[in-house]
C-alpha cells in the first residue's frame, strides 16, 4: 500500500473487515448491506478497489486485511496534524481544550516524546476521552 490514505466508503468497509477478517466475501456483501446499506455490486467494486490498492486480498472468496487499522489511524493523524497544525503537536495539544489544565498538557506532551511512533494516535485519543468524559481539575 502506497498510503494509509482511505476515503470515508473505504474506511466504512474496512472497519467491517477488521472487525470480522477474515470473512467470507458472501458474508461481507449481508454485513455491508445490513451496516451500510450497499447493494451486492457496491461492495464487490468496493472489495475490487482496494485489491487492487493491496489494502485486501480476496484468495478463495475470503477476504483478509492486508493493512492494519493502526497504520491508516497514524496516517490519518499526521495528515491532520501537518495539515492543520504544520506539524506541530504543541499546537495541537494547545487547541483541543482551552479548560485541560497545565499538568495534564505537560503529562501528554511526556507520553508522546516516550511513544513518538504513535504520537499522533495517542493524543487523537486523549482529545476524544476528553471531549467524552471531560479533563475536571483537582
Same mark, same amino acid.
Given at each position: 500500500?502506497?498510503? %494509509? *490514505? ?5 474506511? @466504512?468497509?474496512?472497519?467491517?473487515? #477488521? ?8 458474508? !461481507?456483501?449481508?454485513?455491508? @448491506?445490513?451496516?451500510?446499506? #450497499?447493494? *451486492? ?6 472489495? *475490487?478497489?482496494?485489491?487492487?490498492? %493491496?489494502?485486501? *486480498?480476496?484468495?478463495?472468496?475470503? /477476504? ?15 495528515? /491532520?496534524?501537518?495539515?492543520? $497544525? ?17 499538568? $495534564? /498538557?505537560? !503529562?501528554?506532551?511526556? !507520553? ?12 487523537? @485519543?486523549?482529545?476524544? #476521552?476528553?471531549?467524552?468524559?471531560? #479533563?475536571?481539575? @483537582?
Amino acid at each position: 500500500m502506497e498510503s %494509509g *490514505k482511505l476515503f470515508d466508503a473505504e474506511y @466504512r468497509f474496512m472497519n467491517l473487515d #477488521w472487525q470480522h477478517e477474515p470473512i467470507n466475501s458472501t458474508d !461481507l456483501v449481508k454485513l455491508c @448491506r445490513e451496516e451500510v446499506g #450497499w447493494k *451486492k455490486s457496491t461492495t464487490y467494486s468496493m472489495l *475490487k478497489r482496494l485489491s487492487k490498492r %493491496g489494502i485486501v *486480498k480476496n484468495k478463495n472468496a475470503v /477476504v483478509s486485511a492486508l493493512t492494519r487499522r493502526k497504520q491508516v489511524q497514524k496516517y490519518e493523524s499526521e495528515a /491532520v496534524l501537518e495539515k492543520a $497544525f504544520d506539524g506541530s503537536l504543541p499546537s495541537f495539544i494547545a487547541v483541543l481544550n482551552m479548560s485541560i489544565s497545565a499538568s $495534564f /498538557v505537560a !503529562l501528554a506532551v511526556m !507520553l508522546i516524546q516516550l511513544l513518538l511512533t504513535d504520537a499522533a494516535v495517542i493524543v487523537m @485519543r486523549l482529545y476524544h #476521552w476528553n471531549r467524552k468524559k471531560g #479533563w475536571q481539575e @483537582r
